[in-house]
Nanobody, 126 residues
């Protein structure tokens, strides 16, 4: 099992920034691709960003490209999501996820991931 705990969510004005953290424990972290998804009320969970096991490869959903950055620190078994230039449409619960695969190419799906955190609320006011 892999346990994931998100932190860093909150309320921010449009144009502001937040950084989400996801601390992992349990089974091996360093050989897993990690991802961030989000789910707004009444909508399906959607892909935000992924990073491969080494941190050398990242992918982003089109709505967040150029504004969000995913990164990881394998020594701290933590993955981050830096969110800049936030918009009201970024409001959602953000979920951290861990995969049994080391790399996920392109747009990730919920089914690509095996472990999930409990979610962190991000609210962007206009």
């Amino acid at each position: 099992q892999v346990q994931l705990v998100e932190s860093g969510g909150g309320l921010v004005q449009a144009g502001g920034s937040l950084r989400l953290s996801c601390a992992a424990s349990g089974r091996t972290f360093t050989n897993r691709a990690m991802g961030w998804f989000r789910q707004a009320p009444g909508k399906e969970r959607e892909f935000v960003a992924t990073i491969n096991w080494s941190g050398s490869t990242t992918y982003y959903a089109d709505p967040v490209k150029g504004r969000f950055t995913i990164s990881r620190d394998n020594a701290k078994t933590t993955v981050y999501l830096q969110m800049n230039s936030l918009k009201p449409e970024d409001t959602a619960v953000y979920y951290c996820a861990a995969s049994n695969f080391g790399t996920i190419v392109g747009v990730a799906r919920v089914g690509n991931f095996n472990y999930w955190g409990q979610g962190a609320q991000v609210t962007v006011s206009s």
